[in-house]
């Protein structure tokens, strides 16, 4: 697509710096002097060992810097307990891989608040939501870089951009929204009763009694998938009150209000780096399954995505998620008119 810029890191060193510096050199920056502008990224739960590193935030900062804009990095609180639930601990967690005030030269905030309230409620009137609940930070930006490591995912088959501004903007209760529809289901004959979902789970849904195999009470489960992800033994599935194509279409139409509160002063970057086959929500290493391929941005979150799974091939995220209709975000990306290009800037 000749409206995307890519710039390939084979056989360079890491951290791939320069080639960002590259790629952002070659864009016609939408920003001007004085715009505050909120850079969003993920910086890692706690123990995940997936994650950008910051110096690509700080590339960033730097180059919004140098025309005069005010950058912010901002993410929003999450669902299931780790080091991101409340605003206090995914502070310190982005402090611990690196992500400070003073080294990446411009502050850090979280979107939804210090008590997860700071929220607001856009329109959307699309089929699942007539309206969709963020993080406050409209008001707080005139421009936003959205940066996003691209990678596998559980429920969505992928992240990429279209996740980083649909799931990385929603508010606690949009989050609980958009994963209500799953629940997870034991194998007995995988199962160890280690325990370690019972005391992940941010909803005591998960109990177990001693001699016993676990239980999930599905009146308190909220879907976050924590168990699912945690336990050692994929003794855990995930099973769908729903179609499953419902999560990707709620996933796009939280993406796709967002975007019309912030397309015309935005920006999207994908790092096609590091690609594992968990997101990183999740602690631990997981593993590698494409080879560093570079940068690509653009203006559209939903032409970034596409072009972005054309390089890397989609049968590594296949494989990895065997059965997730991710080709759902596009179709309905398009039933839905979020493939509106009309507002986009020439890039060079
Ligand atoms: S984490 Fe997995 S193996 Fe451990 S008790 Fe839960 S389901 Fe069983
Ligand atoms: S039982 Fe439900 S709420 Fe608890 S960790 Fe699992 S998916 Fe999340």
Request: aromatic share 10%; net charge neutral; hydrophobic share 35%.
């Amino acid at each position: 697509m000749n409206d995307l810029l890519i710039e390939k890191v084979k056989g360079k060193e890491k951290p791939y710096v320069e080639s960002l510096r590259k790629l952002l050199g070659r864009f016609r920056s939408p920003f001007v002097s004085g715009d505050s502008v909120g850079i969003k990224l993920h910086w890692g739960e706690r123990a995940n060992k997936g994650y950008l590193p910051p110096d690509y935030a700080k590339e960033i900062a730097a180059w919004l810097i140098a025309d005069g804009a005010k950058p912010f990095l901002f993410d929003t609180t999450v669902l299931y307990s780790g080091g991101r639930r409340t605003a206090e601990d995914s502070l310190k967690t982005a402090a611990n891989h690196g992500y400070t005030s003073d080294f990446l030269r411009c502050p850090i905030l979280i979107a939804d608040g210090m008590d997860g309230r700071e929220v607001v409620d856009i329109p959307s009137g699309y089929r699942h939501f007539k309206t969709v609940q963020v993080g406050s930070v409209f008001d707080k930006a005139s421009g936003f870089v959205i940066f996003s490591h691209f990678k596998g995912h559980m429920v969505s088959g992928f992240g990429g951009s279209i996740k980083n501004i649909s799931m990385g903007f929603a508010s606690r209760a949009q989050k609980q929204r958009m994963h209500a529809d799953y629940h997870p289901v034991l194998d007995p004959g995988k199962c160890t009763c280690c325990g370690i979902c019972v005391n992940v789970c941010p909803t005591k849904a998960a109990g177990i009694s001693e001699h016993d195999y676990p239980d999930y009470d599905l009146k308190k489960c909220i879907g976050c998938a924590q168990c699912i992800a945690m336990c050692p033994e994929l003794a855990l599935r995930i099973f769908w009150n729903s179609d499953i194509t419902v999560f990707q279409e709620k996933l796009v139409e939280t993406a796709a209000a967002v975007w019309k509160k912030i397309r015309g002063k935005t920006i999207v970057i994908n790092a096609l780096l590091n690609i594992t086959t968990e997101c990183d929500c999740l602690p631990g290493k997981h593993p590698i399954i494409g080879e560093d391929f570079g940068f690509i941005g653009g203006f559209h979150p939903v032409v970034l995505d596409e072009e972005s799974l054309a390089m890397t091939g989609t049968d590594i995220f296949e494989k990895a998620h065997p059965g997730v209709p991710w080709q759902r975000q596009f179709s309905y990306a398009r039933e839905i008119g979020f493939t509106d290009t009309a507002n986009k800037e020439k890039i060079e």
